[in-house]
């Protein structure tokens, strides 16, 4: 009778050769998963951008029927607190223009905020804290988004009110 030795099994080379494989894949794969999650931050505060862009119209659309758009103290205009027909840099200003929810120097759990006289400061709340120092430093971390809302000073065309996003690569 015949013995026939049949190996069962891989090599060590085999599987070497295979971990080197995945290694390779690995490597070229990873930077595209890390780009995802930049790219979605970046596209969240876009969105909020195209907020703040819409509010700030509806708003000074609204003022000029009422003839408010002049007007340094608006008041309401549609329920959103105005100065020159823009938003003012605050809760009932721009943020409720908009239709975001963020508190004064709060953390949420999708925004960090903070609202100075005139500007109004947003951005990814991932990793960001409001202790004391300035939200747009801690803000400008790799990967990071943040939106500046400076409200209109008066009511020629170069002083009014402006959104600016920046998102640190």
Do not use: W
């Not at 931050?41 to 003022?63: D, I, P």
């Not at 223009?97 to 999708?110: H, P, R």
């Not at 947003?122 to 801690?138: K, Y």
């Amino acid at each position: 009778m015949r013995h026939t030795n049949k190996q069962q099994g891989f090599t060590l080379i085999e599987l070497i050769v295979v971990i080197v494989i995945l290694g390779i894949l690995a490597v070229t794969a990873a930077p595209k998963f890390i780009s995802f999650t930049t790219d979605a931050k970046q596209s969240a505060a876009e969105g909020v951008k195209g907020s703040m862009l819409g509010g700030m119209n509806m708003t000074f659309a609204k003022a000029i029927i009422d003839g408010k758009e002049t007007t340094a103290d608006a008041g309401l205009v549609g329920g959103v607190d105005a100065t020159f027909g823009y938003p003012t840099a605050t809760a009932i200003g721009i943020v409720t223009a908009a239709g975001i929810s963020v508190a004064n120097e709060a953390v949420t759990s999708d925004f960090v905020s903070f609202i100075t006289s005139t500007t109004i400061t947003l951005g990814a709340s991932s990793g960001v804290t409001l202790s004391g120092t300035p939200v747009v430093a801690d803000l400008q971390k790799s990967g990071m988004c943040y939106l500046v809302y400076t409200e209109a000073t008066s009511a020629a065309d170069a002083d009014i009110a402006t959104v600016a996003l920046t998102c640190v690569p």
